[in-house]
């Protein structure tokens, strides 16, 4: 069963509730990490000279004194606890609230679930942005008593722990509940009137499903975890990747030439094909999805500039995170230039 976090309210694009959520968000645009930053710090010698460049950003008010790169992970935390601060200060309507936090509760329950199954004590990775605490997430899932929580983590939580029950396929169990992650968060965007975002939150179902496909056919063009993983919402039916699944490189271009995506995926798959790598791929999707939202930047109303802030925060970290996770590998410059994706501003 799938079932969204909340009953969808319409919102419409014209939502004057939110003009001063517009102009603070405005203000807070300069916040927002430019293109030229990321690539000093893919130039910099060492993961300290990388994590040096964000001391002259607004991740500054974040450092804590003697926070050296290998702490960085606590630098991303705070900035990212400021951001949902802030977000939850200025939202009005609880379905967005849920759209942009519940992705956290999913990860959380990934983080439990994995823990309880491997045996390995207490769950590795657990976030503290979501809408409910962590450990009254583990009591739900050790006891089955979900009342206090949302009917979407009760029902992924089901799903995950009947497929674990079928298959023991760890693989499957997190697919299933990325699933109902962006779910909970694309079903709240389509409910906004404003079209930047509608489209948006359909490419997030669609680029979701296009990585989802193309890693299926790289490694095991399995129809089951096709089949459980697939995110509805989006604008590419699910019978279109189904036909493609285990198909050559040159099938799934074809089958895909006529939608938005058809540029960004052939650029991946031929540089998969050349390389063993999905970082064409994922830049370009990412690239698609980010070009949508600077539509926000133009808007004086409705909730969409408040979200797209979120998103393009949301996607800095990643990018900040890709960085130092590089630079401690040795990743050579050239590559880890050449994956950093566009930026909101």
Request: aromatic residues 8%; proline residues 4%; hydrophobic residues 50%.
């Amino acid at each position: 069963m799938r079932a969204a976090a909340l009953d969808m309210v319409w919102i419409p694009p014209d939502d004057t509730r939110y003009t001063y959520a517009v102009a603070v968000v405005r203000a807070l645009e300069h916040t927002l990490l430019r293109r030229k930053t990321l690539e000093a710090m893919a130039r910099a010698f060492s993961p300290e000279e990388a994590f040096q460049e964000l001391g002259e950003t607004f991740y500054a008010k974040f450092m804590s004194p003697g926070l050296s790169a290998a702490g960085f992970e606590t630098l991303l935390s705070a900035v990212l606890k400021d951001t949902y601060g802030l977000f939850r200060r200025l939202v009005l309507d609880e379905s967005l609230e849920h759209a942009v936090l519940s992705v956290h509760d999913f990860h959380n329950l990934k983080a439990i679930l994995k823990s309880k199954w491997s045996g390995l004590g207490e769950p590795v990775g657990l976030v503290p942005y979501g809408l409910f605490d962590s450990h009254q997430l583990a009591a739900a899932v050790e006891s089955g008593a979900w009342r206090d929580l949302s009917p979407a983590l009760e029902h992924a939580a089901t799903a995950a722990m009947e497929s674990f029950e079928l298959a023991s396929n760890p693989r499957l169990v997190e697919m299933i509940i990325d699933r109902y992650s962006m779910d909970a968060r694309i079903a709240p965007l389509l409910a906004l009137g404003a079209p930047e975002q509608q489209w948006y939150a359909r490419a997030l179902a669609d680029t979701a499903n296009i990585k989802l496909l193309v890693r299926l056919n790289h490694m095991d063009p399995d129809y089951t975890c096709l089949e459980h993983a697939f995110i509805e919402h989006g604008r590419i039916p699910f019978n279109t990747l189904a036909g493609i699944l285990g198909k050559n490189t040159a099938a799934v271009i074809d089958a895909l030439a006529l939608t938005t995506y058809a540029k960004a995926l052939r650029e991946g798959l031929l540089y998969l094909e050349d390389q063993g790598s999905y970082a064409a791929l994922d830049r370009e999707l990412e690239n698609l999805l980010m070009n949508s939202l600077r539509a926000s930047r133009f808007t004086i109303f409705g909730a969409g500039p408040l979200l797209a802030h979120v998103f393009a925060r949301e996607h800095e970290v990643r990018m900040v995170r890709l960085i130092m996770v590089a630079k401690t590998n040795n990743i050579p410059t050239d590559r880890l230039i050449a994956r950093l994706s566009v930026l909101y501003v």
